[in-house]
């Protein structure tokens, strides 16, 4: 019995070992067998959006949300979620991962895994453009109503420019898009927003780019903390995306421009 006893944890080891190095099936690194499940904020464009249809999700970071899905053998699924509460979906299992323009910080690689950047961003500056004000560096947004996004880069940014002394008036709101309609209708001087997310805007005669930050911020895929499987199996998708030209036809088909310098 002894004898028996101890082949069963030998092999019981032995097959351990191999299960350490077999290749990572789907449903092992994900919460749902056979999809991956994307938590995203659906109202930034042109990150991620409904279509006209008001349901169908839309967007470079829906775009790419399927193709790394499906070079994983995985099915995407897109899980929409307010901003000030992305990351705390992430830690409680409520989807894989986050794509949804979420910038890699110091302090957010302390909590949770960042993939390798899939774009690189900067701020602008945007005014509407019947108004006259046209500010050529962040210093001349002393003393006006500045609007943008709470929680975001934007925020960090404007928040960093008070720091240093900028005086400013400051209208947060949960939403960019309510950012741009408080601009529309002259309630505000300017909005702070990724210049990438000033794309989706830029053809509206309502509103004109003033200036553009150096790109300065790069958007990662945020996975749970210790989930390294998936971290290594995303990082491989982005490897091959840009290699076979994935990822510049992406970067044309959502902004228009190649944005694959943005990441050197």
């Given at each position: 019995m002894k004898r028996i006893a101890v082949v069963a944890v030998f092999c019981t080891a032995l097959l351990s070992l191999v299960g350490c190095q077999k290749?990572?099936?789907?449903g092992e690194f994900t919460v749902e067998k056979g999809k991956l499940k994307i938590g995203m904020e659906i109202g930034y464009p042109p990150m991620e959006y409904y279509a006209a249809d008001g349901k169908t999700?839309?967007?470079?970071?829906v775009e790419l949300g399927k193709t790394v899905a499906s070079k994983l053998g995985l099915e995407a699924e897109f899980v929409d979620t307010a901003w000030d509460g992305i990351f705390a979906g992430l830690d409680t299992k409520k989807y894989d991962c986050i794509m949804a323009a979420a910038t890699i910080t110091p302090e957010r690689l302390e909590s949770m895994e960042f993939s390798k950047p899939y774009v690189g961003n900067g701020q602008t500056i945007v005014v509407n453009a019947s108004s006259g004000f046209k500010p050529a560096s962040p210093a001349d947004l002393a003393g006006k109503t500045v609007a943008y996004?709470?929680?975001?880069?934007?925020?960090l940014f404007m928040e960093k420019l008070s720091r240093n002394g900028l005086e400013f008036a400051p209208a947060e709101f949960d939403k960019v898009i309510n950012a741009f309609d408080e601009l529309k209708f002259g309630?505000?001087?300017a909005?702070?927003?990724?210049?990438l997310v000033f794309s989706s805007y830029a053809d509206d005669p309502a509103y004109l780019s003033t200036w553009v930050?150096?790109?300065d911020e790069y958007f990662g895929v945020a996975i749970r903390k210790g989930n390294t499987a998936l971290l290594e199996k995303i990082d491989g998708a982005i490897?091959?995306?840009?290699?076979?030209?994935t990822m510049k036809n992406l970067y044309l088909k959502v902004f228009g421009a190649d944005l694959t310098d943005t990441l050197k």
């Open positions: 290749k990572v099936e789907p999700p839309a967007g470079f970071d996004q709470a929680e975001t880069t934007s925020d309630r505000c001087d909005v702070v927003c990724d210049a930050g150096n790109a490897d091959e995306l840009i290699a076979d030209g």
